[in-house]
């Protein structure tokens, strides 16, 4: 009586349970793809923090317009103090807003959480507009250093304009591989970057002259327009970095690290290659132009 019982309570199998039944082999399958699903990919300390430079600075291109500007220790100084003035502040509140927000949407999030959804939408256009107009000054500027190597994409031409869209399409084609893969393609083009301004820094060692690194210029008027547009065009776009909090791993923890040696990256990615140009070379400003950095190096023994 008490088996009738209670095999009257036991429920019946649903229709899920009857094609388990049916077909094990089918249902082993799906579980076995499920189990090996594999999470979707972070991007990690390191290629974070190259990400970080890359939107923030790239390199000391560039940054000859603020000798051009203001002489040689007004930049040095300039370099030395706006990363830690202006990059700091900004860095930090990137990191704790990243780590509050971790979605990609970033400074919009923020602006969108205190403000409503307009400002967040007008944020996130005129962002976009900046980025855009910014952008497209970098492989024209490239191209500025490549022309020593290859004069012939020196000069306005086909030659030239095939260079600047082939970087552009290239650079642009490498975002669809994903952020993961965006991050360690970063991380390489960073070493491949640096590696040049690395090399000449160390050949500048014997002949530097550190007198000139505190040398000004006498009887020329300083354009400090200049001056401060060519240290916020390097030093600036720390926020950037908050659009892809949502693919950081443990953002509240990666993020301040990265920052922190991004900070102490893009000040020395500056500072070294300036500090050996200036100490070896005896050039007015007027020749510190897009590319000097790359002429200095060639005037160095083995280079």
């Known amino acids: 009586m008490t088996r009738e019982i209670a095999m009257t309570k036991q429920p019946p199998q649903t229709h899920t349970q009857e094609q388990q039944d049916e077909h094990p082999q089918l249902h082993g399958t799906i579980m076995s793809s499920e189990s090996h699903h594999q999470p979707k990919r972070k991007i990690t300390l390191i290629p974070l923090v190259f990400l970080i430079y890359f939107e923030v600075a790239g390199g000391p291109y560039g940054s000859e317009q603020a000798v051009r500007a203001a002489g040689p220790l007004f930049t040095l100084l300039g370099f030395l103090i706006f990363p830690l003035a ?3 502040p900004e860095s930090l509140v990137t990191a704790e807003l990243a780590a509050a927000f971790p979605g990609n949407g970033g400074f919009v999030l923020w602006a969108e959480h205190a403000f409503g959804p307009l400002a967040g939408s007008l944020l996130g256009t005129w962002k976009y507009l900046s980025i855009t107009i910014n952008i497209a000054a970098y492989p024209a500027l490239v191209v500025d250093y490549l022309g020593g190597v290859a004069p012939a994409i020196a000069e306005p031409g086909r030659a030239r304009t095939g260079a600047v869209i082939g970087m552009t399409l290239l650079l642009s084609l490498l975002n669809y591989a994903g952020l993961s893969v ?3 393609g970063a991380m390489v083009l960073g070493v491949v970057s640096l590696a040049p301004f690395g090399l000449m820094t160390a050949m500048a060692v014997p002949k530097l002259r550190p007198r000139r690194w505190a040398s000004q210029v006498e009887g020329r008027k300083k354009d400090w327009r200049l001056f401060f547009n060519t240290l916020f065009w390097n030093l600036n776009y720390w926020d950037s970095a908050s659009t892809m909090a949502g693919e950081v791993e443990r953002p509240g923890r990666t993020f301040p690290r ?3 040696a991004a900070v102490v990256l893009i000040a020395v990615s500056y500072l070294l290659p300036l ?13 510190w132009v897009n590319g000097y950095l790359a002429d200095a190096a060639g005037t160095y023994k083995g280079l």
């Not at 500090?275 to 020749?287: H, N, Q, R, W």
């Open 258 to 260: 990265a920052l922190a």
């Open 182 to 184: 965006v991050g360690w």
């Open 275 to 287: 500090m050996a140009a200036i100490g070896t070379t005896d050039a007015s400003p007027d020749a």
């Open 86 to 88: 202006w990059g700091v």
